[in-house]
Nanobody, 122 residues
Framework: VQLQASGGGLVQAGGSLRLSCAAS????????MGWFRQVPGEEREFVAA????????YYADSVKGRFTISRDNAKNTVYLQMNSLKAEDTAVYYC????????????????WGQGTQVTVSS
């Protein structure tokens, strides 16, 4: 599975962005899709994940109520809608995929996109 993330950019605090992750290769609909983020010098952080069916998305507490993960299996794409952005959301955002169950640890994901920078100015 090849993953290509896009949609990052510079936004003011309180603003919104939507990230997209396009997948190619194997059957996209069979995979759990996740979003992670990383700030230089810090560990990669789980943001959100969604099962192949689109049901029961799971979020980190830090983004719950502000971010929404969704997927369109017909388009082989997963999205991360980010609202009410804060300066602390600034990071490189990565999409990832894994077969099987939904997990929140990055090392449990098999495939990764290249990352897209999100910068929130305060």
């Amino acid at each position: 599975v090849q993953l290509q993330a896009s949609g990052g950019g510079l936004v003011q605090a309180g603003g919104s962005l939507r990230l997209s992750c396009a997948a190619s290769g194997r059957t996209f609909s069979a995979y759990v899709m996740g979003w992670f983020r990383q700030v230089p010098g810090e560990e990669r952080e789980f943001v959100a994940a969604i099962k192949w069916s689109g049901s029961t998305p799971y979020y980190a507490d830090s983004v719950k109520g502000r971010f929404t993960i969704s997927r369109d299996n017909a388009k082989n794409t997963v999205y991360l809608q980010m609202n009410s952005l804060k300066a602390e959301d600034t990071a490189v955002y990565y999409c990832a995929a894994r077969g099987g169950n939904l997990y929140t640890r990055g090392r449990q994901y098999d495939y990764w996109g290249q990352g897209t920078q999100v910068t929130v100015s305060s």
